[in-house]
């Protein structure tokens, strides 16, 4: 199994936002719907080892998020919705970080900032990004190294037309090729060639399949 959540319970103070007692997520893409403010970011980040939670999220059937978050994270890539960097580094700066901690290759770099025009602007300071740029960064670094899971947070919003098609073959291409599985959230509908396995809808603080068959959306 992918992933799996025993006794998972994330609250704000007294608030409680999720709550999933025993879920088993396989291997595949997976497309995780909700209405605003219903937790799918607070999902995300908690999977991605960033904010705390109750009970147990186990990797790959052996690797522990909170027994050994060092393992856990070096598998696990995350693309936040809308990434806060420290505004007077510049894009390069970024890469070169993750490049190390990710034992990412130089061959994979070019791929991934030729595929979405970024070599112009690397240096620039962060502060002059604009959203767009600022998410392609984000995403770049969230496809360095080898992951066994991605996880983007609203990975297609403020990308141009160019930006979402490649963005959505990377999606297709590393699943098909390098067997990496992705946790999507999306409000808008999916790029139809992302071959999505499992819908899931964030309801009631849980996660409720809207599919229970692989292919069918
Ligand atoms: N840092 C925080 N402190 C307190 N409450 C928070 C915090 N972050 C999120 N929340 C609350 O947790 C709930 C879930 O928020 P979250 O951002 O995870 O939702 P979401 O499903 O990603 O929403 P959206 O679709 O609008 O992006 C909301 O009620 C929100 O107000």
Redesign the pocket.
Same mark, same amino acid.
């Given at each position: 199994m992918m992933l799996q959540f025993h006794n998972f319970a994330k609250a704000? #103070?007294v608030?409680p936002?999720?709550q999933i007692e025993k879920l088993a997520l396989p291997s595949g893409i997976h497309w995780i719907q #909700?209405?605003? #403010?219903? #937790? +799918? %970011?607070?999902?995300? +980040?908690a999977l991605a080892g960033l904010?705390h939670f109750k009970g147990t999220v186990l990797l790959d059937g052996d690797i522990d998020l909170k027994k050994q978050p060092l393992a856990y994270r070096k598998r696990v890539n995350f693309a936040e %919705?809308e990434a806060a960097f420290p505004l007077f580094l510049n894009g390069q700066d970024m890469i070169k970080l993750f490049m190390k901690a990710k034992n990412a290759t130089q061959e994979q770099l070019w791929a991934l900032i030729n595929g979405f025009g970024m070599s112009d602007y690397l240096t620039q300071p962060l502060s002059s990004y604009s959203a767009g740029m600022l998410k392609k960064l984000s995403l770049v670094l969230a496809f360095l190294g080898k992951p066994s899971l991605l996880l983007l947070?609203?990975p297609f919003i403020t990308l141009d037309q160019q930006a979402i098609e490649q963005l959505a073959h990377w999606i297709k291409e590393r699943h098909e090729q390098q067997q990496i599985n992705f946790i999507l959230?999306s409000?808008q509908a999916i790029p139809s060639n992302v071959p999505i396995d499992y819908t899931f809808k964030?309801i009631n603080q849980g996660l409720t399949p809207l599919n229970s068959a692989y292919g069918i959306r």
């Open positions: 704000y #103070g608030q936002v999720l #909700g209405d605003n #403010g219903t #937790g +799918k %970011s607070t999902l995300l +980040k904010i %919705s947070d609203e959230t409000h964030l």
